[in-house]
């Protein structure tokens, strides 16, 4: 599989490949003062959400922005593409 053909998505990275080679689509979310944000005691300021095949999410937490230090990651993967039944739930 190929990057979108789009320079815009290719430079602001909407869309890159994951180890397998497929288009992952990434969307990046940051608190808008640099303020630090909680997840259960745990102190985050930006989140990447990738989403490297249809049934599977994975959310990572930064603190100092996405070239931070990873404060944890969380993988989502569900039972089919229509994501109404979860699989199983990981944090790292």
Same mark, same amino acid.
């Given at each position: 599989? /190929? ?5 815009? #998505?290719? =430079? *602001?990275? &909407? @869309? /890159?490949?994951?180890?397998?080679? =497929? $288009?992952?689509?990434? +969307?990046?979310?940051? *608190? ?5 944000? &909680? %997840?259960?005691?745990? @102190?985050?300021?930006? +989140? =990447? ?5 249809? $049934? /599977? =999410?994975? %959310?990572?937490? @930064? ?6 230090? $990873?404060?944890?990651?969380? /993988? +989502?993967?569900?039972? #089919? ?12």
């Amino acid at each position: 599989m /190929t990057l979108p053909i789009s320079r815009h #998505d290719r =430079e *602001h990275q &909407s @869309y /890159t490949l994951n180890n397998d080679d =497929e $288009v992952a689509q990434r +969307v990046i979310i940051g *608190h808008p003062q640099g303020n630090y944000l &909680s %997840l259960g005691g745990i @102190y985050y300021d930006a +989140v =990447e959400f990738d989403y490297p095949d249809d $049934v /599977t =999410e994975v %959310l990572t937490y @930064y603190k100092g922005g996405v070239s931070g230090e $990873v404060v944890v990651q969380v /993988t +989502v993967v569900y039972e #089919d593409k229509n994501k109404r039944r979860l699989k199983s739930l990981s944090r790292a």
